[in-house]
């Protein structure tokens, strides 16, 4: 059984890392209470160095070939671009959000401008109707006037 198994990918906490190097040591393992799957430990006493899988190919290479200055500044080159094409997906991001945002807003706004001016001409409807009906009452008693003193002219004697 090894100590150190040869770049084993293991499992912690739902993270996946590649175990870097495993010593027996007088500390108990924080991250865990057993010891993963995949690693040969005599004892839960166990200390992990572990690289996340997006540097391990790095740590990988510098353990291999003893790692030099071009190719660390060429993936360091690497990271910054990583970096900069997260920034600005994020960036990317926020601007759809805030498109939609407004686009949101100004729906909303057209909306209660639609309904205003509906509740507008309904309100106008309504008075026109009303001056209608005022005006058919209005001819209906200048009528029943009319007719009564043409009768009342008529019962007269002359």
């Keep these: 059984m090894s100590a150190r198994p040869a770049n084993r990918i293991i499992r912690v906490n739902s993270l996946r890392f590649i175990a870097k190097s495993v010593s027996v040591c007088s ?11 995949g690693m040969h430990l005599r004892d839960t006493q166990v200390t992990l160095t572990m690289v996340p899988l997006s540097k391990a190919g790095r740590w990988r290479r510098r353990r ?15 990271e910054r671009k990583k970096e900069r094409k ?8 926020k601007k759809k959000k805030e498109k939609k945002k407004k686009k949101k807003k100004k729906k909303k ?15 106008e409807e309504e008075e026109e109707e009303e001056e209608k009906k005022e005006r058919r009452r209005r001819r209906r008693r200048r009528r029943r006037r009319r007719r009564r003193k043409k009768k009342k002219k008529k019962r007269q004697p002359v």
């Design 27 to 37: 500390q108990a393992c924080s991250l865990h209470d057993r010891p993963p799957s």
């Design 86 to 93: 997260k920034k600005k997906n994020e960036d990317e991001k």
């Design 109 to 123: 706004k057209k909306k209660k401008k639609k309904k205003k001016k509906k509740k507008k001409e309904e309100e």
């Design 64 to 78: 291999e070939g003893g790692g030099g200055e071009e190719e660390e500044e060429e993936e360091e080159e690497e």
